[in-house]
Structure formats: structure tokens, C-alpha cells
């Protein structure tokens, strides 16, 4: 397991680049401004940096959860490597996933509302708004950071185009997309409106983080922890891994995953929309983030439950007769 520093990482990260600001030594509003040069520069960038990311899975590879599928296409686009480092302790998709790729969302976030700011000498509540949840979600996820090792991402994912291209690229792009329509677009939601989408957006945070906080406690008291106060309702399920060893695995039918089994990702896709309603439905293009972010979504939850259905066997058919829905409860 990485050290999980993204807490104090991120804090001096915001600090630091607002303390520039602040003092007039850097104005994030050349970000904004240079957005074309920069987007383009990560664009290529990060393809070159994925190319060699491939040649070093084929040559040189860090461990041996390294691997060919044979076809070079979905090599380079899924990875070759699981856990690719440089040296002993730079883990590549730490840094792309989380170092670079959530902190640059964090830094466009507060960017954003600085250019506007010296655009229009004041702060809409619509950006106001947008900013305080993106930032508030960011925030979440470092210090929910160590329950991240155990996600897909990291710990199915390989490091190739899909993960580090996405995270170097799209992320700082198409994640911060809604804040950088309402620089030049800013919308007047009056307070009440405005308190309305604050409170339902840090809401749909808090129960996607408590969601993975509910499995994440399960999983560390071996299922003896109470779930809404009561015991939880589990599985006891059994797989043979690759090496032929046989090992048990507990799996979680109460609280929030006793609703769907990818509930979680119902308050991440609401919450992506509230940060996204203060531009209100002026224009389709702050919206294209929730359209994205939901697709993506339900193909992860699709690709987790063929993989869960693979390993399980018998005892994922059994989870899936008792948590019937695979994400919305009722509906899907």
C-alpha cells in the first residue's frame, strides 16, 4: 500500500497557489488565458508519455503482474502494467490518477473563479457555487485517498492510454469543464436557489463518501461492524486465484449496498450535476461532463460485475438474487 499523503499534498499544493495570487507573485488568469496551449501540450504530451509507458511494459516492467493480451492496440490502450513505477518509489498511477489529474481539477476549479473575478471584479453565486463542491469533492477524495487503492482503477485498471491519458488530460479538461463555462457565462441564482444546490451537492458528496466508507469499515473489521446500527447482512464467498490458492472474501448486502450494487455511483453522478445546475440550462455544453461521467460510470459497473461474476462464481449469482439492481434501486 502507497502512503496515503494526498491530504497534506493537495493542502500545500491550493495553499501554495493561492498564496502566489494573494501576494502578486503569479496570476492564475494566464492559466486561463493559455488554456488552448496548455490543453494542447498535455494532449500530446501525455501520448508520448503513454507510448513510453508501453515500451517499458514490454522491456522493462516493474513486477510481474505484467502482461501482453498479443494485440498492441489493446495493449497500448489498457496497459501493460498494473502498477507501474519509476525507480522504487514513484508509482505512475499515483501521480497520474491522483497527483496530477485530481489536483489539476482543484487548481482549474479555484483558477476558474479568479479569472473571473478580475474579468466581471466579483464572484457569481452560480461560480461560487460550482467551486465550492468541486473543491469540497476533491477534498473528499484525498482524505478518503487509502479506500482509493482498493477501487478499480488502481487496483484492476492497468496503466495504459485509458487510465493515464484520461487523468492527464481528461480530467483537467472535461472534469472542470462546467467552471470554465461560467467564466464568461456567469449566472445570478439568487440565495435561495443557490442554497438549494449547495445543500443537495454536499449532500450527494457525503453519501458517496459514506458509502465507501460503509464497505471500507466492513472490510476492515472483517464484517463485524454495525452498518445503520444494525449487523450487517453478508456473503461468505470463496475464489481460487491465478497461482491455483484458495481464498474468502466477504460481500456487503446491507446499508448502501443492500440498495444496488454499484449504489455509489448514484451520488457521484448527482453530485457532478449539481455543480454543474448553476449554469443553469443556458447551453448543453456544461452538461457534457454529467453525460460522460454517467456512460463511464455504467460501463464500470457493467466491467465490475462480469469481473466479481468471473471470480465468484456461484456466490456473486447468490449477491446478485438478493441486491438485484445493479445501480439505480428499482430501475436498473
Excluded at 518509489?89 to 473575478?117: E, H, P
Amino acid at each position: 500500500m502507497e502512503l496515503a499523503n494526498g491530504v497534506a499534498a493537495y493542502a500545500v499544493t491550493l495553499i501554495t497557489y493561492l498564496g502566489l495570487w494573494w501576494f502578486g507573485i503569479f496570476n492564475p488568469t494566464i492559466v486561463y488565458d493559455h488554456l488552448g496551449e496548455i490543453f494542447s501540450a498535455l494532449i500530446f504530451g501525455s501520448f508520448i508519455f503513454c507510448i513510453f509507458l508501453y515500451i517499458k511494459g514490454l522491456v522493462a516492467p516493474s513486477s510481474t503482474d505484467s502482461g501482453s493480451s498479443g494485440n498492441i492496440i489493446i495493449d497500448f490502450y489498457w496497459g501493460m502494467e498494473l502498477y507501474p513505477r519509476i525507480g522504487k518509489n514513484f508509482d505512475i498511477k499515483v501521480f497520474t490518477n491522483c497527483r496530477f489529474g485530481m489536483m489539476s481539477w482543484a487548481v482549474l476549479a479555484v483558477t476558474y473563479g479568479i479569472k473571473q473575478y478580475e474579468t466581471y471584479g466579483r464572484v457569481s453565486d452560480s461560480m461560487l457555487i460550482n467551486m465550492i463542491l468541486m473543491l469540497v469533492y476533491v477534498t473528499k477524495f484525498f482524505w478518503w485517498e487509502a479506500g482509493y487503492w482498493n477501487t478499480m482503477d488502481i487496483a484492476h485498471d492497468r496503466a495504459g492510454f485509458y487510465i493515464c491519458w484520461g487523468c492527464l488530460v481528461w480530467v483537467p479538461s472535461v472534469y472542470t469543464s462546467p467552471g470554465m463555462y461560467l467564466v464568461n457565462h456567469p449566472v445570478n441564482l439568487g440565495v435561495q436557489l443557490a442554497v438549494y444546490i449547495l445543500v443537495s451537492g454536499i449532500l450527494s458528496i457525503f453519501i458517496n463518501y459514506d458509502c465507501d466508507r460503509q464497505r471500507q469499515e466492513f472490510r476492515r473489521t472483517n464484517g463485524k461492524a454495525l452498518v445503520w446500527g444494525k449487523a450487517p447482512s453478508k456473503i461468505h464467498a470463496t475464489y481460487t486465484t491465478t497461482s491455483g490458492e484458495t481464498k474468502s472474501s466477504l460481500l456487503l448486502m446491507s446499508g448502501w449496498w443492500g440498495l444496488s450494487r454499484h449504489f455509489h455511483y448514484v451520488p457521484e453522478i448527482l453530485a457532478a450535476f449539481f455543480w454543474t445546475l448553476p449554469a443553469l440550462f443556458n447551453h448543453f455544453l456544461p452538461y457534457f461532463y454529467v453525460v460522460f461521467l454517467t456512460i463511464l460510470l455504467f460501463d464500470r459497473a457493467k466491467r465490475d460485475d462480469e469481473r466479481c461474476r468471473s471470480k465468484y462464481g456461484k456466490y456473486w449469482k447468490l449477491y446478485c438474487e438478493k441486491v438485484p439492481y445493479r445501480i439505480i434501486p428499482g430501475i436498473y
